[in-house]
C-alpha cells in the first residue's frame, strides 16, 4: 500500500470539482468565495504534490504554493470587501440579485 | 511513502478533508460552512506535513485556518440573512454535472499521463532553502506580490469605507 503521486493528484481534483460545483450552484457570494478558497486550495495540494515526487530537491511548487497562497489572501480581503460594500448598498449577499451590469 | 501507518493517515486526512469540503457546498447554515471550511483547511494543512512542506503547513494553519477564517467570518456576521443563506441556484443539476465531467477528465488526465518521477529523498528541512529561493531567484515575483498585497490591503479599505 503506498500512497504515490496520483493518490494526491486524486485529493487534489476532487477538492478542486467540489469547490467548482460551490461556485456554480451556489447564491450567496459568501460562500462563492468560500468554494474559491477550496479551489485554490486544490491547487496548492496539486503542486507541492509534484514539488515532492517530482523535483523533490528543487522547491519550486512549494514557492509557487506560497504565491498562490498571498494572492489568495488578497483576493479574499478584497472580495469580502466589495460584499460588504454591496450589502450596505442593496442590503443583500445574493448573486442572482447583483445583474445591473447585465444585457 | 510505503509505510502502512502513513497510508492510513493520508487516508484519513483526505477523507476529513474531502467531507468538510463537501459539507462547505451542502449545509444550508453559513456559519456552518466556514466552520467545516476550517476543518478543511487544517486538513489540507496535513496533507502538506505528509509531503514533508513543513513550512507550508505552518503557513496554511496560519493564514487560511487563521487569517481567512476569521476574515470571511467577519464578513459573515456583518452581512447576513440567516433565513435563506446557504441556498442553490436554479443551475443545480448543471453545475453538478459540469462538476462530475471536470472530475473525469481530471482523473483521467492524472492517469494516462506518465509523469517523470524522480527517487531521490525530500528535503528534511524547507525553511530555510524556501527563504533562500525567495530572496534570489524569485526576488522579483516576490516583490511583485508584495506589491499586489498593499494594494489588495489599500483596496478593501477604499472599497468597504463608509461615506
Redesign the interface.
Known amino acids: 500500500m503506498t500512497i504515490g503521486l496520483g493518490h494526491f493528484l486524486a485529493l487534489g481534483a476532487v477538492l478542486f470539482c467540489i469547490g467548482l460545483y460551490g461556485v456554480l450552484a451556489k447564491r450567496n457570494a459568501i460562500i462563492i468565495l468560500m468554494a474559491i478558497e477550496l479551489m485554490f486550495n486544490a491547487v496548492n495540494v496539486t503542486l507541492v504534490a509534484f514539488s515532492r515526487f517530482i523535483t523533490p530537491n528543487l522547491l519550486t511548487g512549494q514557492v509557487f504554493a506560497i504565491f498562490v497562497i498571498t494572492v489568495a489572501a488578497a483576493e479574499a480581503a478584497v472580495g469580502l470587501g466589495i460584499i460588504i460594500c454591496l450589502y450596505r448598498h442593496r442590503e443583500t449577499v445574493d448573486a442572482e440579485q447583483f445583474n445591473l451590469m447585465k444585457w | 511513502?510505503?509505510d502502512?501507518v502513513?497510508?492510513g493517515v493520508?487516508y484519513l486526512v483526505?477523507a476529513l478533508?474531502?467531507a468538510s469540503?463537501?459539507g462547505?457546498?451542502l449545509t444550508r447554515n453559513?456559519l456552518y460552512?466556514?466552520l467545516f471550511?476550517v476543518v478543511?483547511?487544517a486538513g489540507?494543512a496535513a496533507?502538506?506535513v505528509?509531503?514533508?512542506?513543513d513550512?507550508?503547513a505552518a503557513?496554511?494553519l496560519l493564514?487560511?485556518a487563521g487569517?481567512?477564517a476569521v476574515?470571511?467570518i467577519?464578513?459573515?456576521m456583518?452581512?447576513?440573512?440567516p433565513v435563506?443563506?446557504?441556498?442553490?441556484?436554479e443551475?443545480?443539476w448543471?453545475?453538478?454535472i459540469?462538476?462530475?465531467l471536470?472530475?473525469v477528465v481530471?482523473?483521467a488526465g492524472?492517469?494516462a499521463t506518465v509523469?517523470?518521477?524522480?527517487s531521490?529523498?525530500?528535503?528534511e528541512a524547507?525553511t530555510a532553502?524556501?527563504g533562500k529561493?525567495?530572496l534570489n531567484e524569485?526576488v522579483l515575483?516576490f516583490e511583485v506580490?508584495s506589491v499586489?498585497?498593499v494594494?489588495?490591503?489599500i483596496?478593501?479599505?477604499v472599497?468597504?469605507r463608509?461615506d
Open positions: 511513502m510505503s502502512p502513513l497510508a493520508f483526505a478533508t474531502v469540503a463537501l462547505v457546498v453559513i460552512a466556514a471550511l478543511s483547511f489540507v496533507v502538506f505528509l509531503l514533508n512542506a513550512f507550508l503557513v496554511q493564514i487560511y487569517a481567512i476574515l470571511i467577519f464578513a459573515i456583518m452581512t447576513q440573512n435563506k443563506a446557504g441556498i442553490s441556484n443551475q443545480r448543471p453545475a453538478f459540469l462538476a462530475a471536470m472530475l481530471l482523473l492524472a492517469t509523469w517523470p518521477l524522480s531521490l529523498a525530500p528535503l524547507t532553502p524556501l529561493l525567495l524569485f515575483p506580490v499586489l498585497l494594494a489588495a490591503m483596496g478593501a479599505i472599497i468597504s463608509e
